[in-house]
């Protein structure tokens, strides 16, 4: 390890601690589950503001969008692009859905349903299967920051960033997780346009850039070299992830109004629009500087570390690793909430102690992070990893939620078939690898299938009686 790396790596340990302290003060008034897991539903909307825009430029824009570019050019914009409007859909038609007070989007679901009680227990297992699933993806991408960062090997990477997540989430909860994301938003926010701006004079002003050979002649958002379904795809895949990602529908739970959670989205919608070209940018930057990188999720680190002064590379670089830890908490903190509340309390009827209320939120997210970690280690492909797992899990999820929010016929027998059909078609899709170079992945043929099973099955069925969502409470 160099002496830049030794400092580096100080700086992350400082900053980490920093973020430590911050949960901590946070964690001096949590006296219930629901202050642990929800912020007591009095998270204001800037604080809503900042976790949000903290969380959509996360991972996939930091590593997975820059890295598509790379190899693709301006099609890296399509990851911003897809989360833009997926979050300004999320807006407008699940917004209201804080009114019914519901604690996780498991319990959400379920109520479009009757609370069927097999419909609500597999949403539970899937639901935190992709909040473990994202956060495991944030995890990968942490690691290589770190490692590209300090010169650590890619596993002890891994291990640093989830250790530290887990002891500054697990401490604070919710409430730590929007103060830090707060923070961690303006860091990321000036690290990302410094290497913008240092990209485009390294590799000799704008017009070189624009002619790089990535990016030069290949049609609007460089679908030419992609492909116009697998664009389509790509951005459709983003999208479906927002509107069916548990820590966004967290936000709505725990907002202080439904005019505060909408606002806060249509804001940080519009700024992620926006902020689409600079992963884009820095990808194509990374072509034009060095074409033949083994790994493309490795452009925006290697180009922080050698086309940028030291000093800037290492602020950069720590931007990037506050992208993928602000990301993280909020999946770790949805994928608990559903652990404690539809798992622990509802289906394995356990009981809080009153003495130690929090103790069980804490036990669920030490856990949670450790499988988290446990997938990480095994994975290195960060839009691999999320568009299959979009396809796989969250496909299903989101036209469960589309039906169910605004169609009365939708019956529990229709939910499962939703479920299964958006799943079996992703893992057929993806087996086959003619049909998935077609498609590009596979969430248009899982969509189609959830949604047309899905339709067929709740009109093939006798509609099921509505009843009263069962709430599951975590005040105690």
């Known amino acids: 390890m160099t002496d830049s790396q030794q400092v580096y790596l100080l700086i992350f340990l400082l900053y980490l601690s920093a973020m430590i302290l911050v ?44 890295g598509f570019a790379y190899q693709h050019g301006w099609a890296g914009t399509l990851y ?28 959400e679901l379920a109520s479009y349903v009757g609370n069927h009680q097999v419909v609500k227990k597999l949403l539970a297992i899937l639901i935190y299967a992709a909040s473990v699933g994202w956060l495991g993806a944030h995890l990968i991408g942490g690691g290589m920051y770190l490692a590209w960062l300090t010169g650590l090997d890619e596993t002890s990477a891994k291990l640093i960033i989830g250790l530290g997540l887990a002891v500054y989430v697990t401490l604070g909860g919710y409430s730590a997780v929007v103060w830090t994301d707060a923070i961690q ?16 004079e390294v590799v000799g002003g ?40 548990p820590s966004f529908r967290q936000r709505i739970y725990s907002a202080k109004s439904i005019s505060s959670i909408r606002t806060s989205f249509i804001i940080s919608g519009l700024l992620y629009l926006g902020f689409s070209c600079i992963p884009a940018v820095i990808g194509i930057g990374a072509y034009a500087v060095n074409s033949s990188l083994d ?70 997210m030490l856990t949670t992070v450790s499988l988290a970690l446990f997938m990480a280690v095994l994975s290195s492909d960060i839009i691999s990893y999320i568009t299959k797992m979009i396809s796989v899990v969250l496909a299903g999820l989101c036209v469960m939620g589309l039906l169910g929010r605004f169609w009365q016929g939708y019956t529990w027998q229709g939910s499962l078939v939703t479920l299964m059909a958006g799943s079996v078609a992703a893992l057929l899709i993806g087996m086959n690898d003619d049909w998935l170079a077609y498609f590009g992945n596979p969430i248009i043929p899982a969509l189609l299938s959830a949604l047309v099973f899905g339709v067929l099955t709740s009109v093939a069925t006798k509609p099921s009686v509505t009843a009263s969502p069962e709430k599951t409470e975590v005040t105690s």
Request: charged letters at 5%.
């Open 80 to 107: 911003g692009i897809g989360g833009a409007l997926g979050i300004l859909l999320l807006a407008w038609l699940f917004a209201p859905v804080r009114a019914e007070r519901f604690a996780t989007m498991s319990e």
């Open 185 to 200: 938003a303006v860091i990321l926010f000036s690290g990302f346009l410094l290497m913008t701006y240092f990209v485009v």
């Open 295 to 364: 790994n493309p999720s490795f452009a925006f680190p290697y180009l922080a570390l050698t086309a940028m002064p030291v000093l800037i590379g290492g602020f950069i670089l720590l931007a990037g690793i506050s992208a993928t830890l602000s990301s993280a908490s909020s999946d770790a903190i949805a994928g608990v909430s559903v652990l404690v509340a539809d798992i622990y309390l509802t289906w394995c009827k356990g009981n809080i102690a009153p003495h130690n209320p929090l103790l069980v939120s804490r036990i669920a």
């Open 23 to 66: 949960s901590w003060l946070a964690s001096r008034w949590q006296r219930s589950n629901c202050d642990y897991l929800l912020a007591g539903r009095k998270v204001p909307l800037m604080l809503t503001l900042g976790t949000t825009v903290a969380t959509m430029v996360g991972t996939g824009s930091s590593m997975g969008a820059v």
């Open 206 to 245: 704008w017009q070189t850039l624009t002619s790089a050979s990535v990016a030069a002649g290949a049609g609007l958002f460089s679908y030419q070299n992609i492909g116009l379904l697998p664009a389509i795809s790509m951005a459709l895949a983003v999208l479906v992830g927002v509107l069916a990602t």
